[in-house]
């Protein structure tokens, strides 16, 4: 699923930088994949050229080097690896599954991190710069499982931008839309990919 628009450039934009956004979720009505949703349409409105998938349409084996070296890259992930190295900015909302990222994002990760030559590469991650944000039903709004996610970034060599937003009570956040209610979250949400959308 892509979604791409072109509009006349916020003033704080000096080109239109290419964006791929997704969840780690697989649920349909995963409160991340809302989340990620509002991202996405915050950036086009800022004249960003958007990517978005759902993760749960590129299904990837677990990372295996003995299947790797067997197979190579399923082609699944060398599309998302793809996708990753012709983009300038990359979202994601990110779930909290016990303090930590859930496992399909971490799989993704995982093989991204690998080239198609079964060697280490973080030709996916090392320059583009990353909005991380969660949503939650605990109070926290899924704080802890960014810092995971952010570790994890931040040793592809990846610019994680420190502005991040937390949902809590994900469940009441949102309207039937998939709207956040919040003013004050959505004013945090526009801060951030305004932010992710500058170009030095």
């Excluded at 916020?10 to 697989?26: D, I, K, M």
């Excluded at 709004?141 to 949902?167: C, F, P, T």
């Excluded at 956040?180 to 500058?198: C, P, Q, R, V």
Aim: with cysteine; charged share 25%; hydrophobic share 40%.
């Amino acid at each position: 699923m892509v979604y791409c628009n072109f509009l006349t450039l916020n003033a704080t934009l000096q080109a239109e930088p290419t964006v791929l956004a997704f969840a780690g979720s697989l649920r349909k009505d995963s409160c991340n994949k809302k989340l990620i949703n509002q991202a996405a349409s915050i950036a086009r409105e800022l004249g960003a050229q958007v990517i978005q998938i759902d993760l749960k349409d590129f299904p990837i084996p677990l990372y295996d080097g003995d299947l790797e070296e067997a197979e190579g890259m399923p082609e699944n992930a060398k599309y998302i690896r793809q996708l990753m190295i012709n983009s300038q900015v990359i979202f994601i909302a990110s779930p909290d599954y016990n303090h930590s990222v859930s496992a399909v994002l971490k799989n993704v990760l995982d093989w991204t991190s690998r080239s198609e030559n079964a060697e280490r590469s973080r030709e996916a991650f090392q320059g583009k710069k990353f909005a991380i944000m969660s949503a939650s039903p605990s109070k926290s709004g899924g704080a802890k499982g960014l810092s995971h996610l952010r570790d994890i970034l931040l040793d592809q060599k990846a610019i994680v931008l420190e502005r991040q937003i937390s949902i809590p009570y994900a469940y009441e956040a949102f309207d039937e839309q998939g709207g956040l209610k919040d003013l004050n979250l959505k004013s945090d949400l526009y801060l951030l990919i305004e932010e992710a959308l500058k170009t030095e």
